[in-house]
């Protein structure tokens, strides 16, 4: 295991050749009887720096700008229980501002901009897998930009539920009947008692090998994947932990979890360790606005940066795919 990294990596894009700004717009994918599912896009563009807005707020971006570039690596972004696109617009925008194209879902199981009836059932254990592969599938077949990708560079990004999502897609297969390990707090009610029941989802977990590499943070349900459950993951993986995620007591996530994730998988992970760091660091820095109202995600320990952390998050991040997906620097 190696700590943080304290040192900020070199400037993201030192070439005048790279976008100016990210390009934003946001699209519904339709599925199969299932429900939409929102996504933003963000991509390299060549305008200037502008502002996106959304119902209840404002994004950095240039709303439908053309995308700049051939040959372009993917990203997928997966939030966490109750989260949405934007948690990671930060992130989003750094990789599109150096050449990707990132695809942030809104799960349509889980969000919190939308029906979150069935967020504590099992079908969040399955549904998000198929989520990322449905997004895959629009953006490789359907997107109206799709010649500008390189369907062979394709990476995921994945935070709390996210990375529990990310995991599988790469080939993981959870016990689904060991989430019982969380059936101590009344919200897992709806969950629990399918267990008890035995009624297990019919639907299979769905694993996309057109995924190349993963960065996973403070990935949850960590009890459900043993060695034999992550046996089959072996893409180049990043994996961040925060140093006190258990003392925000969220039942689904324990940096204990991320250590023992880190032990049994088959490959030899790029280990973070984020010192005097919660849980909810790994969520883009929030407005004023939004920290007067969500204080418990807003507001990090004593002494701890995020503005600054997320310099270096986005910097690591970069970096490695740019290294495992083969990616030039502008």
């Known amino acids: 295991m190696r700590l943080f990294k304290t040192a900020v990596a070199a400037a993201l894009c030192l070439s005048t050749a790279c976008a100016d700004a990210a390009g934003l717009r946001l699209i519904k994918v339709q599925s199969d009887g299932g429900p939409p ?44 229980f109750r989260g949405s696109f934007t948690g990671h617009h930060d992130t989003a925008e750094t990789l599109a501002d150096a050449g990707f194209v990132v695809v942030a879902v809104n799960h349509p199981v889980d969000t ?84 008890q029941r035995n009624e297990l989802p019919a639907q299979a977990v769905v694993h996309d090998p057109r995924v190349k590499a993963m960065v996973i943070a403070d990935p949850a349900f960590g009890p459900l994947f043993d060695r034999d459950a992550l046996k089959d993951v072996t893409i180049p993986t990043q994996l961040w932990a925060s140093e006190l995620s258990g003392e925000d007591r969220i039942t689904e996530i324990n940096p204990g979890y991320v250590t023992a994730i880190n032990q049994v998988l088959p490959i030899k992970t790029d280990y973070h360790v984020v010192p005097n760091a919660g849980h909810f660091v790994f969520l883009a820095p929030c407005s004023a606005t939004l920290a007067a109202k969500l204080p418990n995600v807003c507001t990090d320990r004593p002494g701890f940066d995020r503005v600054a952390f997320h310099k270096e998050l986005n910097a690591d991040i970069l970096a490695f795919f740019r290294k495992q997906l083969d990616v030039h620097q502008p």
Not at 114 to 121: E, K, L, V
Not at 177 to 193: H, L, N, W
């Open 112 to 195: 919190g901009a939308g029906d979150m009836s069935r967020a504590d059932t099992l079908a969040v254990l399955v549904e998000r897998s198929a989520d990322i592969k449905r997004a895959i599938d629009y953006m490789i077949d359907a997107w109206p930009d799709r010649t500008k990708l390189d369907p062979g560079k394709i990476g995921f990004f994945g935070f709390s539920r996210g990375g529990y999502t990310g995991l599988v897609v790469a080939g993981a297969n959870p016990d689904i009947r060991k989430a019982t390990a969380f059936c101590d707090v009344p919200y897992r009610k709806p969950s629990c008692e399918e267990l």
């Open 37 to 80: 599912m929102q996504i933003a896009v963000w991509s390299p563009c060549a305008a200037p720096a502008g502002e996106f807005q959304l119902k209840t707020s404002t994004l950095p971006g240039t709303a439908d700008c053309p995308v700049v570039g051939d040959k372009l690596p993917l990203v997928l972004i997966s939030h966490g």
